[in-house]
């Protein structure tokens, strides 16, 4: 099946920094990638959807200045979480969906995640 | 918004059958899903049913939904101790594209 790749797996950081989380689609392109955070015990809560080429779509309450989000490529997305505060420890996973897969079932393919812990 | 509730613990015995249930809010729903998420990973999807559909069976993977009542469940026949792992379940509405999911339902499987 497609492969999505996240980078790092793993990430602590002082608080105030910035840290960029990488999301590659290894063997498609993906025009759409989303965009998720996990609390523990929680369930996956969406942040934004990025489209190529385009500005990311955030969900309501989530802050597009501090999540900055780039979908430089159709097989690479980025997140940043800038000046990064304890609150926002958490479990960040990616996805992506084919370039022309769309309607039917809508499948998404989901990276591995990355743990942020914020000192 | 929509809402997706799931039971959070389910306990097993290797070989019996595990039931996982979900109920769901939005009755524009147009896919329902079935993921696993193993420790430390992303989500694997494992089986979807079409909202027009009552049941979907897939090897040890059997799917009911009842549309009336908006609940879905997933049951796993000869559960195997490597079927222990969080699962979600997730709708999407007819409108987006994205999904909502539930809080996951983790299931252990002893020996």
């Known amino acids: 099946g497609a492969v999505v790749s996240q980078h790092p797996s793993w990430v602590i950081c002082k608080s105030g920094t910035s840290v960029k989380i990488e999301c590659r689609s290894l063997d498609f392109q993906a025009t759409t990638m989303f965009w998720y955070r996990q609390f523990p015990k929680q369930s996956l809560m969406l942040m934004a959807t990025s489209n190529e080429g385009s500005k990311a779509t955030y969900e309501q309450g989530v802050e597009k200045d501090k999540f900055l989000i780039n979908h430089a490529s159709l097989t690479l997305s980025t997140l940043t979480v800038t000046s990064a505060h304890p609150e926002d420890s958490s479990f960040y996973i990616c996805s992506a969906r084919p370039f022309g897969l769309a309607g039917g079932y809508n499948e998404q393919f989901f990276g591995p995640g990355t743990r942020l812990t914020v000192l | 918004g929509e809402d997706v509730e799931q039971s959070l613990f389910l306990s097993v015995r290797e070989g019996d059958s595990s039931v996982i249930n979900c109920t769901y809010t939005?009755?524009?729903?147009?896919?329902l899903y079935w993921y696993k998420q193993e420790p430390g990973a992303g989500l694997q999807l494992l089986t979807y049913i079409f909202s027009n559909m009552d049941m979907k069976q897939d090897q040890r993977l059997t799917v009911l939904l009842n549309k009336k009542d908006k609940h879905l469940s997933l049951r796993i026949a000869d559960t195997q101790t490597g079927d222990s792992a969080i699962y979600f379940c997730?709708?999407?509405?007819?409108?987006?594209?994205?999904?909502?999911f539930g809080k996951g339902t983790m299931l252990l499987v002893s020996p």
């Open positions: 997730a709708e999407r509405n007819s409108g987006y594209s994205t999904l909502t």
């Open positions: 939005d009755s524009s729903s147009t896919y």
